[in-house]
């Protein structure tokens, strides 16, 4: 096959079409209109590029159409043409949600960040950190001084994720029966304590920052930061930032699972790069809000169910 036309079947086959005959299927509630979650037991896929790009959430693999099958299934090349060829005009499965997304703009964001209200005791996102999340008030609060939570929404919370210059860059989306990212934002950190602390606690997601904050009483040499469940470049600069500077640790508090581990790794060699000190931290049970507020599983088990609802039929958010 000439050079031509391998580009041109790479152009004619989508790597969501590889996944699906593979038996993987779509997470809508973990996936967004630029990167599609797949997933195949234990193993996670994410598509971008509107379908031409790849990688593994769990691994540095990546690449397009033709390395995602060798990837799956450790064949050579010529048995890597032969199976995208047979997919020639499959139609892959489009999550009901997918439309043009908006334009990025980054004062945008911010100005819709700043024309929502902080939670109030006994508002609708008060009464989700509290009562659905067990969020102490003092938690909750020292959250507010910060300027790090916003009303969403349907009672849903908003936690901000700034930049290193304290800009407002997106905000993590969690609800009673929601789970995103600001849309038209980016991924940084969520920060939550002393902005000069030595200690660094990374987690996955602001309620579980908010969560150890509060198993371990706000420590006061500790920053506890979030990366939204992502790996985005701006998040590695920002974690590595803050890592070399002087007397720093980083303490790797992400979630007991396979992920996790995989997130943690990461960590570990930022810390070797920069030469920071190292620590990783692990909940008893998966995440930091469950071991702080058992019964939050429970919730979550019953959001799931009800989530598998299809996309267009569950709140929108504002």
């Not at 379908?51 to 769990?58: K, Q, S, T």
């Not at 997304?101 to 964001?109: F, G, L, V, W, Y």
């Amino acid at each position: 096959m000439e050079k031509k036309d391998i580009e041109e079947l790479k152009n004619r086959v989508a790597c969501s079409a590889v996944l699906e005959k593979a038996g993987f299927a779509i997470d809508l509630k973990e996936s967004t209109r630029k990167a599609i979650k797949y997933r195949r037991g234990g193993d996670i896929i994410i598509v971008i590029h509107q379908g031409r790009g790849w990688f593994d959430a769990l691994s540095d693999a990546r690449g397009d159409v033709f390395s995602l099958v060798e990837h799956l299934d450790g064949v050579d090349f010529p048995e890597v043409l032969q199976q995208v060829s047979d997919l020639v005009g499959f139609v892959p499965t489009e999550p009901v949600w997918t439309r043009e997304s908006r334009a990025h703009d980054p004062a945008a964001a911010a100005d819709r960040w700043r024309a929502r209200r902080k939670p109030w005791p006994g508002s609708l996102t008060w009464r989700y950190l509290r009562e659905e999340r067990g969020i102490p008030e003092a938690v909750i609060r020292a959250a507010l001084r910060h300027d790090r939570l916003r009303e969403g929404p349907y009672g849903s919370m908003w936690a901000a994720h700034l930049d290193s210059d304290g800009v407002v860059t997106g905000w993590e989306e969690r609800g009673p029966q929601w789970r995103g990212f600001a849309s038209g934002g980016d991924k940084v950190l969520f920060r939550f304590g002393s902005a000069n602390a030595t200690r660094l606690c990374i987690t996955e997601a602001a309620i579980d920052a908010m969560s150890l904050a509060a198993i371990e009483d706000q420590r006061l040499d500790t920053l506890y930061l979030s990366t939204g469940g992502g790996w985005a470049p701006a998040t590695v600069a920002a974690i590595r930032a803050l890592s070399a500077r002087p007397l720093t640790r980083l303490v790797a508090a992400t979630d007991n699972n396979r992920q996790g581990e995989v997130y943690a790794d990461r960590l570990a060699a930022i810390a070797r790069e920069v030469g920071c000190g190292y620590e990783r931290l692990r909940p008893a049970p998966d995440d930091w809000n469950e071991q702080l507020h058992p019964s939050s599983k429970r919730k979550k088990e019953g959001d799931e169910k009800e989530n598998r609802l299809p996309h267009a039929r569950r709140p929108r958010q504002g």
